[in-house]
């Protein structure tokens, strides 16, 4: 089913259709046809098991407890009813004939009922009051003679002479709801017109408008005949998802649902509003199947969609009003949706013979309420010009074969594509665009495994992205996909920027300007090179001097340049400040000028804090090596080296004591060593 273009669902007998629901993705009117077909096929089989297991242990039908109406009945209403009907019916507004009718019936009832009495032979005949016969239940009463029961009591038995009602007021609301009918379906078959002065084929006036409701996402006006529907389109995010509970312990949402209120307001009546009813949520399931085919796909649109259908008004096919009004809707929001669709629901007077006709088939186009109830048929269809997106077909009688559905389908399609013409007319038309007011998601891929820096430890990262920056909503996926949710486009590039650089793959050997220092640490600081990512610049990497405490030279908010120089295994960052800094030129006076020569940091202790300290410095050896050596070991080359020492008097400012260094020739060659001094030697 999942990668079925049609979902469909059929109920039937060995010969005939009673009832279709189904959804397909533009399907056309043959293709749905030809599955009907197949469907069809299979219900006469097992209709054949049924008749099969019927014929071995089945029992007669109780047709005798079916109880009928009298036939005098229908002849009795005909007769007292018949000429006003043919004249209300004629009524083309949906309330004013509705009154009429009221009254009519409650005519009929008060004369065929206990409400009044009337004899069979004539209806101009009196009839006996309810006060006559009250008064003669009092008169004779039959006493029981002596002996026959115990004295002083006394048995009355009534002897009633009111003649019984003769119909029910159930039995003459039936046969007055069916001789009503006969005579509208009489009205369309032999004259062609409608109640409301329609051919069969005709689509009553249709008008909409969009933007009805300035402060919404969306929202359509969509008017039919005597039938409204006011759509509202609300855009969110994931987390506005309709949730779904089921049975298999799996989390299940919805990112696009319809929901469809019918408020008894909408046809002239008062009553409690509760939960959805049964009709509501069938109704508005129809219209969500209808137009979910014709959405963008999640990843070209990130939203989450709503839509409210609220009918205002009903005289017939309300549920494909909720269709026309939501695609509306829909466009006014800016959902870039494939293409339009509409609705339409289609009658059938089935058996025309009794009524006059040629005994073909009249299918009607956009029902009335009237016509739903007194006809064979309601099929609702959906689509646009070319194919079907959702259909729903209830029969009223034994059911209808596939030549008759295929004439109502290719009826229903000239009509949808009369309804898309009338929405094209649109005034003012859909905006197609985002409202402002619509939040606005952006949609990032990062690496997956960066997908927890985003987060963070509990998901204080990304709390502290969302308060810092404003935005409603940060989701993430486990495939790096990573949606914004925010109300302005501001915080939106904000907290874009700072996902950008947690989730940024560095590069060493980049530089970085004008960087923050966000906190500084007894071996250096950290600067921060991107919004959100920050990295570790190393005391010995702040200058090129030495630097006893970085808070000496650089305080909290300080910005920097740095280049990164090193990424360790768990991807932190080491930078360096130094590596930008300009050479410093050396002073020929200055021994560490000379090539030749290695400068050794004096051992002793500067006597005045701030002094000087003390080099020494030896011959460099050609093609040797640098590494640290231990200072007692060469403890005896001190002496070696301090005539050298004081001959120079080399005073300097260079780097304090911190290293002692040893160079070894290369190729076997003899070590030359050389160390500092103690004492200033």
């Not at 998802?241 to 408020?263: C, M």
Request: glycine share 8%.
């Amino acid at each position: 089913m999942e990668g079925s273009t049609l979902d469909l669902f059929l109920a039937g007998t060995d010969n005939a259709i009673l009832m279709i629901e189904g959804y397909c993705d533009f399907l056309p009117e043959e293709k749905l046809l030809e599955a009907v077909q197949v469907g069809q096929g299979a219900v006469r089989q097992i209709c054949s098991a049924v008749k099969a297991l019927v014929t071995k242990c089945g029992k007669p039908k109780m047709l005798d407890a079916i109880r009928l109406p009298p036939p005098e009945l229908y002849r009795l209403v005909e007769k007292i009813a018949g000429d006003e009907l043919h004249n209300v019916l004629q009524i083309k507004s949906k309330i004013p004939r509705r009154k009429a009718i009221s009254l009519l019936e409650e005519k009929v009832i008060n004369r065929l009922t206990d409400k009044g009495y009337i004899s069979i032979e004539g209806l101009s005949g009196s009839g006996e009051t309810i006060l006559d016969l009250i008064d003669e239940e009092d008169e004779d009463e039959e006493i029981v003679v002596d002996g026959e029961v115990d004295e002083g009591d006394v048995h009355i038995k009534p002897v009633s002479r009111k003649s019984t009602p003769l119909f029910t007021e159930v039995d003459v609301k039936l046969v007055f709801k069916e001789v009503s009918s006969k005579i509208l379906r009489r009205r369309i078959v032999e004259g062609g017109k409608r109640s409301d002065g329609r051919s069969p084929e005709d689509i009553r006036p249709i008008t909409s408008s969009c933007g009805l409701l300035p402060r919404a996402h969306g929202s359509a006006l969509f008017t039919r005949g005597e039938t409204q529907s006011l759509a509202v389109v609300t855009l969110g995010d994931k987390q506005m998802a309709q949730k779904l509970d089921n049975l298999a312990n799996v989390e299940e949402f919805k990112r696009f649902y319809l929901q469809y209120s019918f408020p008894p307001s909408s046809v002239g009546e008062v009553g409690r509003m509760g939960a959805p009813s049964r009709r509501e949520i069938g109704h508005g399931t129809l219209a969500e199947r209808a137009l979910e085919p014709i959405l963008p796909t999640e990843d070209a649109f990130p939203y989450t969609i709503r839509v409210e259908s609220t009918i205002t008004e009903s005289n017939g096919s309300s549920s494909m009003a909720s269709v026309c009004g939501g695609c509306l809707a829909l466009q006014d929001a800016g959902v870039p949706l494939k293409c339009s669709i509409a609705g339409i629901a289609m009658g059938l007077v089935l058996d025309t013979h009794e009524f006059g006709g040629d005994g073909t088939p009249l299918i009607l186009s956009d029902i009335t309420g009237a016509e739903d109830a007194s006809g064979d048929m309601d099929f609702k269809v959906a689509g646009n010009e070319d194919g079907i997106t959702a259909f729903q077909m209830d029969i009223k009688v034994e059911g209808i074969t596939l030549p008759v559905m295929r004439e109502a389908l290719l009826q229903a399609r000239d009509g949808r594509r009369r309804i898309l013409a009338e929405m094209m007319k649109c005034s003012p038309p859909p905006a197609k665009s985002l409202s402002k007011y619509a939040p606005l998601i952006h949609i990032m891929k990062v690496a997956p495994e960066k997908v927890n820096m985003i987060i963070g430890s509990g998901g204080k990262k990304v709390k502290s992205i969302i308060e810092e920056t404003g935005v409603e909503a940060i989701d993430t996926q486990d495939d790096g996909i990573v949606k914004i949710t925010a109300k302005d486009l501001s915080s939106l590039e904000k907290s874009k920027s700072i996902i950008s650089s947690l989730t940024m793959v560095p590069t060493v050997g980049d530089i970085y300007r004008n960087c923050e220092i966000k906190s500084i640490v007894p071996y250096g600081v950290f600067v921060e090179i991107v919004p959100g990512r920050e990295g570790l610049c190393h005391i010995s990497e702040l200058t090129s001097d030495w630097l006893a405490k970085a808070e000496d030279a650089f305080k909290v908010g300080d910005r920097v340049d740095v280049k990164l120089i090193e990424v360790n295994d768990k991807g932190q960052l080491r930078l360096s400040r130094r590596a930008l800094l300009p050479v410093p030129e050396t002073s020929p006076e200055d021994p560490s000028s000379n090539p030749d020569v290695v400068v050794i940091a004096d051992s002793g202790k500067a006597s005045d804090e701030g002094a000087p300290q003390k080099y020494v410095s030896v011959p460099k050896a050609e093609g040797l090596a640098e590494e640290k050596i231990d200072r007692a070991k060469v403890k005896s080359s001190a002496t070696k080296v301090a005539s050298s020492s004081k001959s120079n008097s080399a005073e300097t400012t260079l780097l304090p004591r911190k290293k002692v260094f040893k160079r070894v020739k290369k190729s076997g060659s003899k070590a030359v060593t050389g160390v500092s001094s103690n004492d200033g030697e």
